[in-house]
């Protein structure tokens, strides 16, 4: 009897370990496909935007895998994302951190690309993130703010311009000057209707002016060119003339001739001068002799 009941207590607690196993791998493995295979891929975000591990992936609004983890990586967030064996991610393709539900609840919405060129297990996406409702709630307090700025700017120009428009001695000035400009258009156009020939006739005549003047210009353009190249020659023989006249004169300096002496010995040039001088008054003491009235000079 007490075998028996040992027995029985036996196979009910091996049964009780066998149910508790059954849970338990049921519990784990329910999400498990022992078929299906999958490769990670990581998505660099600006901000995580509330995005947690086993949050959908989707391609094109099918849902080909899950978030992985999310963490954060200088200052950006990188997500890995494992999708299923088989879905192939272009290298344009755009990914987004969207709203799951209008309750709560987000997901990564992949936009393919059409490259042609496959991302590779391991590879980073560039992911923008979707403004969801508190986004949108905030821009909007943003957009109420600027709003009444813009709507008290458009007040203040509309005081100041009911203030201009009621100022009467503004008013009185506006209307003068309206009334002068159309006195002075009216004006114009009297004295262009008054000298219309005559306008015309010095359009013409400037006309006829600039084609006698482009005709001459063609006509004595070749006698132009040649006075030209013969001025440029004769610039550039006085310029040879010159450079010969100067190493001459360099020749003479240098040498020790009796033109030399003449031009550059001052002292000899002052004792010529003195000689001179003296035959000058030896020449003039004979004339008077002579009675010949004559001054010689040198």
Known sequence: MNRQRKTEIRVGATVLVGLAILLTAFSVFKDWDILSDSYSLRISFPTSAGLQSGDKVMLNGVEVGEVEYV????????????????QQIDAESVPRIQMLELMGGKKIEIAQGNSGQYLEPGETLEGIVDPDIPGALQRVG????????????????????????????FVDQLKRTVVDMRALVSDVRGMIAENRSELHSIASSSDKLLKKTDSLLTEYEPHVKTTLESTDTLLVNTNDLV????????????????????????????????????????????????????KVGF
Do not use: W, Y
Not at 72 to 86: C, F, N, R, T, W
Not at 155 to 163: D, F, G, P, R, V
Not at 258 to 274: C, G, I, K, P
């Open 71 to 86: 963490r954060l990586e200088d200052d950006h967030v990188i997500v890995g994302a494992m999708i299923s064996e088989g």
């Open 142 to 169: 943003d957009l109420e703010g600027k709003i009444v700025e813009i709507t008290n700017s458009t007040n203040e120009l509309l005081h100041n311009a009911n203030n201009i428009i009621g100022d009467e001695q």
């Open 243 to 294: 450079v010969e006249l100067r190493a001459t004169v360099q020749e003479l300096r240098e040498t020790n001739s009796v033109a030399n002496a003449l031009l550059f010995d001052e002292e000899l040039n002052r004792r010529f001068d003195t000689l001179l001088t003296k035959v000058d008054s030896v020449f003039t003491l004979i004339l008077i002799e002579e009675g010949v009235p004559i």
